[in-house]
């Protein structure tokens, strides 16, 4: 079957650095995506790695290592206004191409 | 800007009644997904659709349909209300391609509650 593990919350203070891991188990792994969603709104797109290494975007980063199955969204200058639902997803090439969700990680930034 | 749009913002429907979730994209996107998120367990898909008249099941199709008549637009259907069928249920839309991140771009939701 597949699956993903994420940690289900994490808290950091203004300013600092957080990373956000995510495990997944999957047969045909197309690609790693995350997403950002604040209470009340709509999951947004933040990035996707379909090879190993680190993708840069702003604040945000994200890593993926294909043979350790595991990536990891790094969020840099923390922001009050990060503070929301993070999930990891993965695109696989079983059952048309479709995406699996994350159960999401809840990011608590604190001044 | 891409925008996909829900129906309504909350619904409350009586156990057994029928009901119809409508999304609507307006960028000519050939995927289109219904997930439902209740908390803790993420988004979880339902059914999914890569073109008109074609629907594919996700991972927890029991007790919905869907309906594609038209690109832009796709239904979830629930046949016949149940209490443990509250949930937010999103819809999204996406280009089609085996290359390229396959973003999904997420109308608002409809929070629906079943009495």
């Known amino acids: 079957g597949q699956s993903l593990e994420q940690p289900s919350e994490v808290t950091a203070v203004e300013g600092a650095i957080v990373q956000i891991n995510c495990t997944y188990q999957?047969?045909?792994?197309?690609?790693l995506s995350w997403y950002q969603q604040h209470d009340g709104g709509a999951p947004t797109f933040l990035s996707y790695?379909?090879?190993?290494g680190l993708e840069e975007t702003g604040r945000f980063s994200s890593f993926l290592s294909r043979s350790d199955s595991y990536g990891y969204l790094l969020l840099q200058e923390l922001q009050m206004k990060d503070s929301a639902s993070y999930f990891c997803?993965?695109?696989?090439?079983?059952?048309?191409?479709?995406?699996?969700f994350g159960a999401g990680t809840r990011l608590f930034v604190k001044a | 800007d891409v925008k996909v749009t829900q129906s309504s913002r909350y619904l409350v429907k009586r156990t057994g009644e029928k009901v119809f979730l409508e999304c609507v994209q307006d960028?000519?996107?050939?995927?289109m997904f219904w997930y439902r998120q209740d908390p803790g367990l993420g988004l979880r898909l339902i059914y999914f659709?890569?073109?008109?008249?074609?629907?594919e099941k996700g991972d927890i199709p029991e007790g919905y349909s869907v309906s594609r008549e038209k690109k832009e637009r796709f239904s979830l259907i629930l046949e016949s209300a149940s209490t443990n069928q509250t949930s937010m249920y999103l819809c999204?839309?996406?280009?089609?391609?085996?290359?390229?991140?396959?973003?999904?771009?997420f109308g608002p939701g409809t929070r629906l509650t079943v009495l």
């Open positions: 999204a839309s996406s280009l089609s391609g085996t290359s390229g991140s396959n973003e999904q771009f």
């Open positions: 999957t047969s045909g792994f197309y690609g």
């Open positions: 790695n379909a090879l190993d």
């Open positions: 997803a993965v695109r696989s090439n079983t059952g048309g191409f479709k995406t699996i």
């Open positions: 960028m000519d996107h050939e995927n």
């Open positions: 659709s890569y073109d008109v008249k074609m629907k």
